[in-house]
C-alpha cells in the first residue's frame, strides 16, 4: 500500500505561472487536505475536501484552488504564481474528517517560486 | 481552536524517557488532545491522541492533566529515530470545522547518544 503519493517532489517555478500539484491516496479515505509549511514555522491549512465532490476553504486559501473529482484525487492548482507562495505543500488524506480522525500525510512537494 | 503552548526545543540522551510537556489552559470540555511528530524532511504523522484519560500506544503514553489544562507526552525511551518536532494539538468536537488539525511550532526534540 503506498498511501499518499504526491508529484512533483520538488519544482522551481517563474513567478505568474500556473501550476498543479499532485496528490493521490490508496487508502479510500473520504477527506483529503492540502497544507503549506515555511520555513521554521509549522503547518497552515489550505484547503480541504471531506468528501469527493466537496471542499472548503482553510486558513489560508488565497491564490489556491482545489478540485475533488473522485474519493482518490486532490490537486492543487497555483493559478499564477507569486514568490510567497515558496513553501513545502503537505497532502493529507482521513477517514472521515471526525475529531478524532487520524490524518496521514504525504511526502511533501518543495516549490520554489522565483 | 483552543491555544497550545510547548516549549520551542528539548534535548535527550537517548535510550532515557522523554516528557514533552504541553499547555492549553482554555481547553474546552470537547477539545481532543492530539499529538503529531514530524520527522527530517517528512511529514507529520500520528502519535496519540486522548480527551481525559491516560493514554498508551505502541509510539508513546499521554498523560492529562486532571483538570485537562495541561498534558505531556511520554516517549518511554528515546532513540535517534525520535528526533523530530513534536506538535500537540486540540481538536473540538462541537464545529463543524473540527476534522482541521492548527498546526504550532511545536517542541523540537533533539536525542543524543
Known amino acids: 500500500i503506498a498511501g499518499i503519493t504526491q508529484a512533483p517532489t520538488s519544482q522551481i517555478l517563474a513567478a505568474g505561472r500556473r501550476m498543479t500539484l499532485r496528490c493521490t491516496q490508496d487508502?479510500?479515505?473520504?477527506?483529503m487536505y492540502w497544507y503549506r509549511q515555511d520555513l521554521g514555522l509549522g503547518l497552515r491549512l489550505i484547503h480541504y475536501?471531506?468528501?469527493?465532490?466537496?471542499?472548503g476553504k482553510g486558513e489560508v486559501p488565497d491564490g489556491y484552488s482545489v478540485s475533488r473529482a473522485n474519493t482518490d484525487d486532490f490537486p492543487l492548482t497555483l493559478a499564477s504564481a507569486v514568490p510567497s507562495q515558496t513553501s513545502v505543500y503537505f497532502c493529507?488524506?482521513?477517514?472521515?474528517?471526525?475529531?478524532?480522525?487520524?490524518?496521514?500525510f504525504g511526502p511533501g512537494t518543495r516549490l520554489t517560486v522565483l | 481552536d483552543a491555544k497550545t503552548t510547548q516549549p520551542n526545543s528539548m534535548e535527550s540522551n537517548e535510550e532515557e524517557p522523554v516528557h514533552l510537556p504541553c499547555n492549553h489552559s482554555?481547553?474546552?470540555?470537547?477539545?481532543?488532545i492530539h499529538w503529531y511528530r514530524q520527522l527530517p524532511s517528512q511529514g507529520p504523522e500520528y502519535v496519540i491522541h486522548?480527551?481525559?484519560s491516560n493514554v498508551n500506544n505502541r509510539m508513546a503514553s499521554l498523560a492529562i492533566a486532571e483538570d485537562r489544562k495541561s498534558s505531556t507526552l511520554i516517549l518511554h525511551r528515546a532513540t535517534l529515530r525520535d528526533a523530530a518536532v513534536y506538535y500537540c494539538?486540540?481538536?473540538?468536537?462541537?464545529?463543524?470545522?473540527?476534522?482541521?488539525?492548527?498546526f504550532g511550532t511545536g517542541t523540537r526534540l533533539q536525542v543524543t547518544l
Open positions: 493529507a488524506s482521513s477517514l472521515a474528517g471526525g475529531f478524532t480522525d487520524t490524518q496521514y
Open positions: 487508502m479510500r479515505h473520504n477527506a
Open positions: 475536501s471531506n468528501t469527493a465532490g466537496t471542499t
Open positions: 482554555t481547553i474546552s470540555g470537547t477539545d481532543y
Open positions: 486522548g480527551l481525559t
Open positions: 494539538i486540540l481538536r473540538d468536537e462541537g464545529t463543524g470545522t473540527a476534522s482541521k488539525l492548527t
